[in-house]
């Protein structure tokens, strides 16, 4: 939604605490132990996946209560009834993530970067390309077609179009882009000023 | 009216429906097997008592007071975080972006709301606010106005759209007449805000 208007003031607040309402602690802590847990893109996808009207007059916990309940569904977890009637049918599993295994699951150090070769360097003009896919991607609409400079290489991360929809981890070259304001928002932007966006290359093309 | 019930001026109010329907979620889920009540705890006490922007102040304050470790910090943020301690989800990759006399940095996601977990905690709810997320980055000093941050047009505003796995830490500029003050001390001036951008100390 970067660079849409209309949706009103930043509202910060102050000494907020961590969590407003008790069932945002057990939504947070239950997408976390879920075991559909453990694709992250595929879990934005979900999330994206709730229609517009109803994603923007949604709350952050909202949506991912929304969301981890169709992947608990679609990942075969709980079936619609189950979740309509709040009655567990079938052999009772065990649970993937023990009270014990908390502190040393929430501080493992995982890593998207893979190995990979990179066609731009630091340097490079690029442009983002001009893509509209119809699901996951990363490439905000607000860059496309839009030219900048590569500002940072971080070899091959594991790519959110493929590994959100189950095609595996398809690992591309990822780029800290920086775009002139100028460049993305017209003459109005003030001249000094920029933006940075971490892309993959298949997002890219030369300039 | 189906939603009467809904009404949450009174002292009493009955649990929403949202709550509701949260607690049946989890009571399934536990009747499965499929997670542990005890885990959910120990998840929710991590969020509030064991992460939080008092980390990120730490890395903020050591970077002040040694420039070795600050130097580490700007060529590889995830590991010198990693040596105070802060790792893991939503933090697998970290970069530390310095402010100057020159240059503003501001971090957003406005894809979603990727943020810095090991440093920062969990992010506020205007960071994860539909507005937040449009704003920032086409009108990034109307953004900072609104948190009474004016910064002068001379200093260039740099916008980090947190779009990958990095994770994006502000340094702020060491607040004049500190010379003094002591690592721990100086953490105490560091606060959330200077650590995203929205604010400067």
């Not at chain 1, 049918?89 to 065990?94: D, E, L, S, Y």
């Not at chain 1, 893509?131 to 609409?141: D, M």
Request: aromatic fraction near 8%; charged fraction near 25%; include cysteine.
């Amino acid at each position: 939604m970067g660079g849409m208007h209309g949706l009103g003031p930043v509202a910060p607040e102050a000494d907020e605490p961590v969590f407003h309402e008790g069932w945002e602690k057990r939504v947070l802590a239950l997408v976390i132990a879920s075991p559909t847990r453990g694709n992250i893109d595929a879990g934005r996808h979900q999330r994206e996946s709730i229609p517009g009207p109803a994603y923007l007059g949604m709350t952050y916990y909202e949506r991912w209560f929304a969301a981890l309940r169709a992947m608990l569904v679609k990942g075969g977890f709980v079936t619609e009834g189950e979740l309509e009637s709040g009655l567990a049918r079938g052999p009772k599993a065990t649970p993937r993530l023990s009270a014990e295994a908390v502190p040393a699951s929430l501080a493992r150090q995982g890593s998207y970067l893979r190995d990979g070769t990179s066609a731009f360097r630091t340097g490079d003009r690029v442009r983002a390309r001009n893509l509209h896919p119809t699901g996951h991607t990363r490439l905000p609409r607000y860059a496309r077609g839009r030219a900048g400079v590569v500002e940072a290489c971080h070899g091959a991360h594991v790519f959110p179009d493929s590994h959100a929809h189950g095609g595996g981890e398809d690992p591309r070259p990822l780029y800290t882009v920086r775009f002139a304001a100028r460049e993305l928002w017209g003459p109005q932007a003030p001249a000094r000023d920029s933006v940075c966006l971490d892309l993959w290359e298949p997002y890219l093309e030369p300039a | 009216m189906a939603h009467d019930h809904h009404d949450h001026d009174h002292g009493q109010a009955p649990p929403s429906d949202i709550a509701l329907r949260v607690k049946a979620l989890e009571s399934l889920l536990v009747d499965k097997g499929l997670v542990d009540p005890a885990a959910l705890d120990a998840i929710v006490d991590h969020f509030e008592h064991k992460v939080g922007p008092r980390n990120g102040a730490r890395v903020v304050a050591k970077s002040w007071v040694d420039p070795d470790f600050r130097a580490r910090l700007l060529a590889d943020a995830t590991a010198a975080v990693a040596d105070l301690g802060y790792t893991g989800a939503q933090g697998e990759h970290m970069r530390a972006v310095e402010n100057t006399s020159t240059i503003h940095n501001l971090v957003v996601c406005t894809l979603c709301s990727c943020y810095p977990w090991p440093v920062l905690g969990l992010p506020p709810v205007w960071y994860k606010s539909n507005a937040y997320r449009a704003r920032t980055v086409i009108d990034p000093r109307g953004v900072l106005a609104e948190f009474g941050t004016v910064l002068p047009d001379e200093v260039a505003i740099r916008v980090w759209d947190s779009t990958a796995e990095l994770r994006y830490l502000v340094i702020p500029e060491r607040p004049v007449g500190t010379e003094e003050l002591d690592e721990a001390a100086l953490a105490a001036l560091v606060t959330r805000d200077g650590m995203i951008g929205t604010a400067r100390l």
